[in-house]
């Protein structure tokens, strides 16, 4: 079983920055055998995904944040990054963490962060 906890949401400013974090947590799971997905949730209430970062470090980014934010890993902290630059109020939404092993379909998900961007 893995635990997932995102944290760095919050209120910003259109244009401003902000960082979430996901930290992992668990036993007997290498973190490094983990793909990292960051989802977002919106008004609409439709999850979709914002960017992965694979086991190997390949990333792919939605083309809606394509330029603006970055994903990372730091597998000596099993935790994941997502730097949000150049904000807008389209990027308001609840923020998900997900994680599977790279063999697996099944998804480990975190209780999600709110970031609202205030025009």
């Known amino acids: 079983q893995i635990q997932l906890v995102e944290s760095g949401g919050g209120l910003v400013q259109a244009g401003g920055s902000l960082r979430l974090s996901c930290a992992a947590s668990?036993?007997?799971?290498?973190?490094?055998?983990?793909?990292m997905e960051w989802y977002r949730q919106g008004p609409e209430n439709q999850r979709d995904l914002v960017v992965s970062i694979s086991a190997s470090g390949r990333t792919n980014y939605a083309d809606s944040v394509n330029g603006r934010f970055t994903i990372s890993r730091d597998n000596a902290k099993d935790t994941v990054y997502l730097q949000m630059n150049s904000l807008t109020p389209e990027d308001t939404a609840v923020y998900y963490c997900?994680?599977?092993?790279?063999?697996?379909?099944?998804?480990?998900w975190g209780q999600g962060t709110q970031v609202t961007v205030s025009s």
């Open positions: 997900a994680a599977r092993f790279y063999w697996s379909n099944y998804k480990y």
């Open positions: 668990g036993s007997n799971y290498d973190f490094t055998r983990l793909n």
